[in-house]
């Protein structure tokens, strides 16, 4: 393409909707192993990356997404020490995860390792963490990594991967559930990015509903705004081994030593609050 401003459109069939940012060229592509990945410069977004055809962060808003993924589960857990983030491959879930200091190590497990290569390129500020000693990056299958865990040898499991189809359909049913819940310590969390709620909620049941079924005893989902994505508005659901999930380390949250442009101890009270629909329909 020339260097004329144009548009990228994601047209998505299951919300009858499309997202577009006006975008000034082609960075990079290329058909990794796994999937097609496309990098665009936008007019007013920063960098876009897209995996088949599937928008997946902007420089502007990844911020939105990333430090939810992160901090509500962390700061619902009482001593985070190991920390597992499957998929995750732009490394902004594993940055915000170096954040917290009790953390003495975080695996990040992409399957494709060329997602990484080009956030190193394209969006350095998110691998930023990336050489911290804590950190360890595998490429390998979610799945896999899953199934061969020690049993109760994690405090958290961040599930950040694309839409349940391809390489991440696997990462929505029970059968994985049981082997988070299996390598989860007493009172380790799981979190999983659940889609948009107002379009998707029947996925939303379900993964609640399939993470009752193994065990998990308290179950909460969270919404969060996100213009990158489907419907503008996004949401993650917390699983957690043991007791409730209502409360979280709200003191350790107000003097949290690190900054965050979107997460507060505020904002993770209000998250908590689900609208009227949400909480009908997830019987919260
Ligand atoms: N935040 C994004 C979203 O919700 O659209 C996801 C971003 S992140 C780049 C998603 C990553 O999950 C991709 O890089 C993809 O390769 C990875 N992924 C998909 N299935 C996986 C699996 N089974 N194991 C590990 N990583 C997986």
Redesign the pocket.
């Known amino acids: 393409m020339t260097n004329a401003p144009s548009w990228f459109n994601e047209q998505v069939d299951y919300s009858g909707s499309s997202i577009g940012f006006r975008v000034t060229k082609k960075l990079h592509e290329e058909q990794s192993a ?2 097609k990945i496309e990098i665009w410069e936008t007019t007013d977004w920063g960098n876009l ?1 897209v ?1 088949d055809g ?4 902007t420089s502007r808003d ?1 911020f939105l ?2 430090e939810m ?1 992160a901090h509500p589960a962390l700061f619902s857990h009482s001593n985070p020490k190991r920390v597992v983030v ?5 490394c ?2 594993l940055r915000e995860v170096l954040r917290h200091r009790e953390v003495e190590s975080a695996v990040q ?4 390792e060329r ?2 290569r080009m ?1 190193e390129q394209y969006f350095p500020e998110l691998c930023e963490a990336n050489n911290d000693p804590r950190a360890q990056l595998l490429f ?6 899953m199934r061969d865990a020690a049993a109760e040898s994690i405090d958290v499991i961040i599930v ?4 349940p189809v ?6 929505f049913n029970e059968a994985f559930y049981q082997t988070c819940y299996k390598a989860l310590r007493p009172g380790g969390i799981l979190v999983q ?1 659940s ?1 948009p709620p107002l379009t998707q909620l029947a996925l939303i049941k379900s993964m609640r509903q399939l993470m009752r079924q193994v065990g998990f005893a308290a179950v909460r989902t969270i919404p969060f705004p ?1 213009p990158a ?1 489907p419907t503008g508005w ?1 949401s993650c659901t917390m699983a957690r081994k043991g007791a409730d999930l209502s409360g979280f380390r709200e003191r350790g949250a107000y003097s949290k030593p690190f900054a965050t442009r979107y997460y507060s101890a505020d904002i993770h009270k209000a998250a908590m609050i689900l609208p009227e629909f949400l909480r009908e329909a997830l019987g919260e």
């Open positions: 796994f999937q990356m995996l599937c928008i997946m962060l990844n997404y990333h993924m499957i998929g995750g491959g732009d902004g879930t497990v992409e399957i494709d997602v990484t956030a390998d299958d979610g799945i896999a990594y950040d991967s694309t839409d391809g390489p991440a359909e696997g990462l990015q889609e996100q994505y996004w």
